[in-house]
């Protein structure tokens, strides 16, 4: 259950610095030598990590070159977010989150939205605070719900600083480690879903047959 409090400061969220939203399931701003992110569905309970010298090199790696453009940067914030679950989720027991909520919660390392949400808008104020975000800062997370006529879910946000413009980043939809889903947050609050987008859909069929064709062993 999404507790109306934050229902409704999502609807003000844009005035609100992202620190607030993280720091009711007492998760403090993030540094790359100490962090929290959550461990369990709803944050109940979060895990204090590091990124070691390698994996804070890997963290920057991803965004060399620097990009050219928030069309880009974007793209490197995406690849981002999916090394930084792949780190954590090898450290605190979440590396076998599956898609939405497809796992078992009890016991298991199953995140629900508002874990990821949390999540994923810490990885964004470690990138932000690391130098990495050129052309975009962290907004406050997201929501949609009742008011859309849709099932309550939430969302980490990424504001563009040259338009405003906001992007949902939403890591729920896909398993650990995988890319979220990264579109304005308008049409996000539409309800985006990515199993119904044609365009995302498309480029899945092309990748996969281009990973099939690259398998194939050619015949002596």
């Not at 992202?18 to 962090?35: F, K, L, V």
């Not at 979060?46 to 890997?58: G, H, I, P, V």
């Not at 679950?85 to 599956?98: H, L, V």
């Not at 990973?211 to 194939?216: C, H, K």
Request: proline content about 6%; aromatic content about 6%; hydrophobic content about 40%.
């Amino acid at each position: 259950m999404i507790p109306l409090a934050l229902i409704l400061a999502g609807c003000a969220g844009r005035n609100m610095p992202p620190q607030s939203y993280i720091g009711r399931y007492h998760i403090e701003d993030p540094r790359a030598d100490a962090y929290r992110v959550c461990s369990v569905v709803n944050c109940d309970e979060n895990s204090r990590l590091k990124l070691s010298a390698a994996e804070r090199q890997q963290l920057h790696a991803v965004f060399e070159p620097a990009a050219s453009d928030a069309v880009q940067e974007r793209q490197q914030v995406g690849q981002a977010v999916a090394l930084l679950e792949r780190i954590n989720g090898a450290k605190n027991n979440t590396a076998g989150d599956e898609a939405r909520n497809h796992g078992t919660f009890a016991g298991s390392p199953q995140l629900d939205c508002i874990a990821e949400t949390i999540n994923t808008t810490v990885a964004l104020l470690l990138m932000q605070r690391e130098g990495l975000l050129h052309f975009h800062h962290t907004g406050y997370p997201g929501h949609r719900g009742p008011l859309q006529l849709l099932g309550p879910h939430n969302t980490a946000v990424m504001v563009e600083n040259e338009s405003g413009q906001e992007y949902a980043v939403d890591s729920w939809f896909f398993a650990n480690g995988v890319e979220p889903v990264i579109v304005p947050l308008a049409e996000w609050r539409a309800g985006y879903d990515p199993d119904k987008d044609p365009d995302r859909l498309k480029g899945s069929a092309a990748a996969e047959a281009n990973s099939a064709q690259t398998a194939i062993t050619p015949a002596n």
